[in-house]
């Protein structure tokens, strides 16, 4: 693609010239500098600029805190960041209602802040620190409690976007149980900014629960880890009674973490019968609310920091014993380092490789392949751009590329929103 | 391709049982559950196998015929209804259960499985299949991944799109994909799955389905409770949900809905102008605790008559009642017209008081049935199709329900579907800008609209109708196709 005339002026007619600037080097996505960033203030000045976009050929990278911008693969072009940060208030939240609708660019903390006031949560408690909502969504970010309340897609219960031609729709709407219309909530849930720019979620919310158990069990073989999950996941303490079900393996040890949350008497007796099921694999140890929060602050973070490989793995939770067998025998055999941390009770497990750049590409490739035999996904989260250049982020997709493609096509012709960083080209 | 050489081509694929073409035969298919709308299909088929349902597709796309796939036929909003010179694909014989994965919870079945089925076939194992439409007896699992159904257990548990993991779909070329992770979370892509449970069977049919199943609760109280007026249960509802508490299910009935069960069941249900039935399930000990809890709000809501089931017959007798609901109108009124729709759970009181004076208005009785935790209303017109003019002034009379729950922040349905029977009002909850855009997924899926025609949306957008540049398709590019 073809640098494009950015029409500042145009721009700054449409949300201030305050709300317009040139890029700089810290704006640049996989390496790749856009010209300008803008920042619309409302969902009708977000249509203008897409309009204004659309008829320049722009190609448009949507942004809210910017803590995800390295997912995917490296964007063909990015001429404008649109910024939803303005963007950033809570348009209605009825406690008895259980429900919130927000503007995308809130941040989920001050969200969770300001629910927690009527004892009420969104159930969603990804990692990255001051992400928004609409990045969250974008990138289906999610955390530990997932084992319970799901993903993204299983509480949001209404959306408005703007698409690349500026067209404003919504669907969905601020209940609960609702089949009217096709859900494109659950669409543009994890579309990465490629189907258009999310401007408005609404969410089912779930009240905070009084208070606290983590239980969690060392292990110095990973082989463990895999039996010690099933056993609880198999026992009367299931998904629903189980909040989260970790785990994490570092150096020669592991651990296995669970929580529970709930009324005292309830997280009491669940955190016993915890105990007495992982009794078999050795002696676990229980932590209050307080202590459980420092704990889970660490333990929840994603194994890896920058200028490490990251990879997500998805795959059946009974299979875990392969994932991790498949991860620490690779990069044993390149001399790389691992760390692995993971939503256990899931299948969803995280590895962050560190320590020399040759053989890095092949670990991914072996562990790909692996996965393409057994079932599941490897996707790269994180990679040096000169990792990137060599792998693709997604990994091999299965037979519904094609309708993806044509999913693509049609709510984005012109292949305009953040080209080139989700799957399969798009 | 003419129709006699379709039924050929059909009965190649599917054997001479497999093709119904009489007439009088062809009757049995002409409506599902919503008998207002019918339609007589040219022809009716039934499959056995994803292969032969592969085929039908392709033989439809070849030819562009529409077809429409049914389940049971138990949908209330018409969306199995045929359409005239199309196929009515039945998929009833596609009822095997494929595979049983304990280990990571997941049971994989075909679309003509009977709901009830999947969780008798885990019970043994200590699991269940959570969704609980009405219908789970007789309604099958591909119907229920169509509708998104709901049911009694969705407050807490959630809607089926939360419970099929994957999917194994015909597309409407009669090409096959996967869809959603099935036993691996987090499958890279579009959420395609997400968007394809509850389109009410426009975008595809689904073959094989990976549900997820559950570890049966330790612990399941219920309770009913009985209350002078719908406004004093409402409290309760109220003050139950905002004690932090996400009941397995709540239910409630007004006096008219109590009257007709009692008439048609005598479950003994107390005298009251409102029922409640309360359901908790998990832990023993957090559901004895928050039990307590519900019995309080009861009370402290003038609660005339409070029963607590001891065992599980006597839950089972208290939710006969409730499940007779629908069925049991029959004994008050010779006709009756099953109304869906949602409001905001805060919105019920104003709600009900609207539907109460819509009722006097129209000179016709309306019982209220409804999913009180979800706001999720069930109201049933009742009329006499003797009457001229009854049964118009009845759909009229829904209609503006429906409105209400609109006015009030709530949806034109909340687990029945739009299908055929609520297309027109559409446009009261959606702008065309939205209908249009949810538009462009049915043309990315289904281009030629020959996948369960006429329904959903009232105006159906001819694909590739998109203002901008003209893009050429590549099938045209290749002159293969010309315009489409």
Known sequence: ?426 | MDRGQLIETMQEILGPEGVIHQREELRTYECDGLMNYRVIPDLVVLPESAEQVQQIVKTCYDEGIPFVARGSGTGLSGGALPVESGVLIVLTRLRRILEVDIPNGRVVVEPGVINVWVSQEVADEGYYYAPDPASQIVSSIGGNLAENSGGVHCLKYGFTTNHVMGAEIVLPDGSVVHIGGGKSPDVPGYELLGAFVGSEGTLGIATKITLRILRQPEDVRTLLAAFKDTEEAGGAVSGIIGGGIVPAAIEMMDALTIEAVEKQISPGFPEAGAILIVELDGPEAEVEHQFEHVIRVCEENEASAIRVAEDDEERALLWKGRQAAFGAMGSISKDYYVQDGVVPRTELGAVLKKIADLSEEYGLRVANVFHAGDGNLHPLVLYDNDTPGEADKAEELAGEIVFACLEHGGSLTGEHGIGRDKMKYMPKMFTSDDMDVMQLLRCAFDPHRICNPGKIFPTPRLCGERPGPFHMHPVQKAGLAENF
């Open chain 1, 1 to 426: 693609m073809q640098t494009q005339n950015v029409p500042t002026e145009e721009l700054q007619g449409i949300v201030g010239e305050e709300h317009v600037r040139e890029a700089s080097a810290e704006d640049a996505v996989d390496g790749v500098e856009p010209s300008l960033v803008v920042e619309p203030g409302t969902i009708e000045e977000t249509s203008e600029v897409m309009k204004l976009a659309n008829r320049e050929g722009l190609a448009v990278s949507p942004r809210g805190s910017g803590t995800k911008m390295g997912l995917g693969n490296p964007p063909k072009q990015v001429d404008l960041i649109l910024s939803t940060t303005r963007m950033d208030k809570i348009i209605e939240h009825v406690p008895g209602d259980q429900i919130v609708r927000v503007q995308a660019g809130l941040r989920l903390q001050d969200l969770q802040e300001n629910l927690a006031e009527s004892d009420q949560m969104l159930g969603v408690d990804p990692p990255e620190e001051g992400a928004t909502v609409g990045g969250m969504v974008a990138a289906n970010s999610s955390g530990p409690r997932r084992l319970r309340y799901g993903t993204v897609r299983d509480l949001i219960i209404g959306i408005k976007v703007v698409l690349a031609d500026g067209t404003v729709a919504k669907a969905g709407g601020k209940v609960v149980k609702n089949v009217a219309g096709y859900d494109l909530s659950k669409l543009f849930t994890g579309s990465l900014g490629t189907l258009g720019v999310i401007a408005e979620a609404n969410f089912r919310l779930h009240p905070i629960r009084e208070t606290a158990r983590t239980v969690f069990l060392e292990v110095d073989d990973h082989a463990k880890i895999a039996d010690a999950v099933q056993d609880l996941t198999h026992s009367s303490l299931s998904q629903f009674v189980l909040d989260a079900l970790e785990m994490r393996w570092e150096g020669d040890r592991g651990v296995i973490a669970a929580l529970f949350e709930g009324i005292e008497p309830a997280v009491e007796a669940q955190s016993s019968a915890a105990t007495e099921v992982l009794r078999s694999h050795g002696e676990s140890r229980v932590l209050g609310e307080d202590d459980g929060e420092t704990f889970w602050e660490h333990f929840a973070r994603r194994p890896w920091t920058t200028g490490d490989v990251g990879l997500k793995i998805g795959a059946p939770p009974s299979d875990l014993t392969a994932v991790l067998d498949s991860v620490v025998g690779a990069v044993e055999r390149a001399g790389i380092e691992v760390r692995i941390s993971g939503h256990a009770g899931t299948g969803v497990t995280f590895a962050g490789l560190s320590g020399g750049e040759d053989g890095l590409v092949e670990v991914v490739d072996e562990v790909r392949e692996i996965r393409l035999r057994r079932g599941g996904s490897v996707v790269v989260q994180e990679a040096p751009l000169t990792i990137k250049e060599r792998l693709d982020a997604w990994g091999s997709v299965g037979d519904y590329l094609g309708l993806t493609q044509r999913v693509k096509e049609k709510f984005d012709p012109e292949y305009t929103m953040n080209p080139g960083r989700f799957l399969g080209g798009i």
